[in-house]
């Protein structure tokens, strides 16, 4: 029987993913399922960093009293949804409509919050809902079509917004979506062009292009595509270097820096090893830049036993993969934002690529499901 490899994860994506939970509001649970992580590993790094902060090796016996208070609220928690994914799974497939049924009929016995979040919805929309009372469907789908705008940040068109509602448990079409669209007043956002990065004027060694931009891989780890971008704030440029698996469209590895030493791109190739720990053979597929061509990512690649493919010189589309995710990322999430420092960029990036992007983000290569439904589905 083979041995499951463990996986890695660099002391960046430990505190990062920490930070979801403890500076942008979202729960252990979901957290942990969406950045595909087991709850009780971001558990433990969670007081692990609540035990740094307060600076104490030993806890006082007040702190372990809230600690124990605070487990015992996180199992109560845990019990609830179990008892309620039992009871209400099914209306997860249902119409929005019946889930505010579902919590209304049980708001008695549980907290309104922890039933809108295992229903998976607003809590705004169900008190919205309480208000107006039995209501239109077409005015609701109005609602669900504004809603969905507003949490993509405006980045869905009527074939996404469609496949979105679908998901939900409506049958809409993309003619009634764009029309939909039409009537609740919203419109998917235009992309718009950014500065590339590439610095391909050195006289180091390069590699040809193995790919040959066949961008449709048949299984996981067999093939990734990296590149760099930059993101401006007001304290300087923080770049961002990124690698992503070309059969799932998942961000499998990335860092971030205000510069772009090759020490960038080799941190994002690390978290990307350390998640997947994939076998050797696999195409590593990256433009002609000074970091990728260096002898220390050269080498790190060797090291691993990845076949290195480069794109041919001054053609981008090469790497057609990995610019459209630069793109989504500045157009569906960056573009009307105006930052002041690169840890407000930091923030906002990691939100996108681990909590939308892999998570919840419909792809229509994918068929318009999620790089998670598909790592989640080749893991059954």
């Known amino acids: 029987m083979t041995k499951k490899t463990r996986r890695r994860y660099s002391d960046e994506f430990k505190a990062d993913a920490v930070s979801l939970v403890s500076d942008q509001g979202y729960t252990v649970s979901e957290a942990a399922r969406r950045l595909g992580v087991d709850r009780s590993l971001l558990d433990r790094w969670c007081r692990k960093q609540r035990q740094q902060t307060s600076g104490a090796s030993i806890q006082h016996a007040d702190d372990r009293d809230d600690e124990i208070k605070m487990l015992r609220e996180e199992v109560r928690k845990l019990q609830i949804e179990k008892d309620n994914f039992k009871k209400g799974g099914g209306l997860l497939r249902q119409r929005i409509e019946l889930r505010n049924q579902f919590i209304e009929s049980e708001k008695a016995a549980y907290p309104v919050a922890l039933l809108c979040r295992v229903m998976q919805v607003s809590r705004s929309g169900f008190y919205d809902w309480r208000r107006r009372g039995p209501d239109d469907h077409r005015q609701a789908l109005h609602r669900e079509v504004r809603e969905t705008h507003r949490r993509k940040r405006g980045s869905y068109g009527s074939r996404r917004i469609a496949k979105e509602l679908q998901r939900r448990g409506y049958e809409v079409g993309r003619y009634q979506a764009r029309s939909l669209m039409r009537e609740a007043g919203v419109e998917a956002k235009q992309r718009c062009r950014w500065r590339h990065t590439t610095d391909s004027e050195h006289s180091l060694p390069v590699a040809p292009s193995l790919l040959n931009r066949q961008f449709l891989v048949s299984e996981s780890n067999r093939a990734w595509v990296a590149d760099i971008t930059a993101i401006w704030t007001l304290e300087g440029w923080l770049y961002l270097a990124a690698v992503l698996d070309l059969h799932d469209r998942q961000l499998v590895g990335w860092a971030m820096a205000g510069h772009m030493h090759t020490q960038l791109v080799l941190d994002a190739l690390e978290m990307a090893v350390g998640r997947r720990q994939p076998k050797s053979g696999l195409i590593h ?28 010189k001054g053609n981008c589309w090469d790497n057609a993969v990995m610019e459209r995710f630069f793109s989504s990322l500045k157009s569906e999430w960056l573009a009307d934002q105006r930052y002041g420092a690169r840890q407000a960029v930091r923030r906002d990036v990691i939100e996108y690529i681990e909590m939308e992007y892999n998570s919840c983000r419909l792809h229509s290569t994918l068929g318009y499901r999620t790089p998670r439904d598909i790592e989640l589905a080749a893991a059954a």
């Open 285 to 312: 597929h990256s433009d002609r830049g000074s970091q990728y061509a260096s002898h220390d990512y050269r080498s790190t690649l060797d090291r691993h036993g990845f076949q290195t493919s480069m794109s041919r």
